[in-house]
Every structure is written in C-alpha cells, then in structure tokens.
C-alpha cells in the first residue's frame, strides 16, 4: 500500500500566510462597514457622540469576558502600561472614532475614511519633528503623493469643494489613526494584543459616558429606524452591526491576521479598507465618487503604502548596518 505523500515544505509554510491575508481582508471590509452604520443611525436622528459611545462601550462589554481571561494573574502589567492605555483609549478609540462619526455627517463615509488613513503620513512628520531626522526620500514622496490624493478627494481642483467641517474631523480622526499605529505598537508593556484593545476600549468609554452625562457632548438616540440600501431597520440592529461586524469581529480578526503575518505585512493589507469603504458606500448608499476623487483615493492609497515602504526600506537599513562588525 502506497502512504500518502507529505505536504511539500514550501506548501505548508504558504498555508498560514494565506489564511492570514483572508483574515486581514475580512478585518479590513467588516471595519469599513462602521462608517455605513454611522451614517444610517445619525440620519435617524442619533448623534454622532450617542453613535460613538454606543460603539466604543458596547464592544468593550463584549470584549470584557476574553480581557478577563486573558489578563488572570497579569494585572500588573496594566499598572506599568496605563500611560499607553490611556493614550489607546481616549486618542486612538474615543478621538479617532468620535471625529471620524463627525466627519461622516458633512461628506461621504468612504471619503472620511480615505483621509482618515493618512494617519500614518502624521505619525512620519511628528516623528520626524520629534527625532529631527529626516525621512528617507521614499517615505517624504509617498507622504506627497498622499497629500495630494486628500487635496484631490476634497474637490478643490475640481472647483466643487466638500464641506469643510469634514474635512476638518476627518483629518482630526486621522491623528487618531497615528495614535492608533504609536500605541498600538508599542508591546513592551506585555500585554495581549486582545487584551489590550478590550482594556482601551473600556478607558476610551470612560470620557464619552462621562461628557454625554455632563451634557458636554450631545447625546441624542431615537426609535426612529435606520435606513440601509433602502431597507428600514431598527436602529438598535444597525448598532448591533456597528459593535459585532465593525468592531469586534474585526478586530478578531485583526489580531488572528497579525499572529499569522506579522505586523509589517498585516498593516499593509490593512489599506485595503479605504477601498472596501468606497465599495460599501458605492453598494449601500448609491453615491459614487467622481473621477478626480477616484484619482484622490488612488494617491491616498499610494501614497500611505510608500510611506509604509520606505519605513520598512529605512528598517531594514539600519539592521544590516548592526550586523557589519567594526
């Protein structure tokens, strides 16, 4: 009897790597999918700070159980990371989520999350302001061509400009979106990465049922339903979708991507959620960019991906230079 040959050795290593950019891609549409669910509940009549909080404090109840878990005989790991958590929790969560749901109320949701993703643009230039080093010249081209993919987007080349107020809290949730990738980085403190993301969900909750309580920040839900691809749903459904498909699901996803393909690669493919935006904008609310915004999100997406590219060009540099002996 003939035995079954081994999978090839090079097969076998290809399989994780696979299953790790069908998990990324999955993260990256469920994610983008939160700026559709935004929108439905803010038309019918919910606030944007009501939108926020809804989402923030409930994924954070669904995480609570898995943090838990995770975290049993390792709480004090939190007492040396509380300022990163903090930082996660009000920058990265709460700011970045708030402003991109305000940003979503002037201009189209897949528009607000393109420019929401030059996030990484900011981090180089506060990191080079910072440091006082210049980036290579790859990373300072890409920064380029991305700012010009935003001024594209925004219409003014076109002579029609979108409303300056999204503009405005989209680039504000962009520097939410560096906070995120500075934050979210950092794995000295020693925490999980669910764990992590569950306790700053829970601090970036914190500011928002405090400010809605106090009145600082309008807090405003109705029972009016939410519409969506012209079907009309309750709006505690369009917030179910909003916490379990756009949250937790894809930070789940997320993470299980990143165990597979590392950081580097898993926030590459990351990118692919501005273009999974303008995809459910296009099939679920019926608006279609123009031709010089198609171009914007193009320069955007090219832009952020050389960035990323010559931080990883500018990585691998200095590596090899501590490898050569004296």
Known sequence: ??????????????????????????????????????????????????????????????LLGPTIALMRGR??????????????????????????????QYIPPSLALLIEFTGPVMLMLWMWARSRVAPSWVTLAGAGIAVLGVVSISGVLAGVS?????????LVAAAGNAAYYATGAASDHGIPTLPFVGLGLLVGAVPLIVAGAIGMLPFEVTSAPATIAGVSLSPWIVVAGMVLISTVLSYLLGVAASRRLGATVSSFTGYSEPLFGIVW??????????????????????????VKAGELRHSRALKRATLVPE
């Open 281 to 306: 904008t296009i099939v679920l609310l019926a608006v279609v960019p123009t031709p010089l915004q198609w171009l914007g999100a193009a320069l955007i997406v090219t832009g952020v991906i050389t």
């Open 162 to 170: 979108l409303h300056p107020l999204g503009i405005a809290f989209a």
């Open 75 to 104: 709480w004090d790991l939190v007492r040396r990371a509380w300022p990163q958590l903090l930082a996660f929790g009000v920058l990265a969560v709460a700011g970045c989520q708030l402003a991109f749901f305000l940003a979503v």
């Open 1 to 62: 009897m003939m035995q079954a040959s081994a999978p090839l050795p090079h097969v076998a290593a290809q399989a994780p790597a696979v299953t790790g950019f069908l998990l990324a891609i999955g993260s990256a549409a469920s994610f983008a999918l939160s700026g559709i669910f935004a929108s439905a509940l803010m038309q019918a009549g919910w606030s944007a700070g009501a939108a926020t909080t809804a989402r923030i404090a409930f994924s954070a109840i669904v």
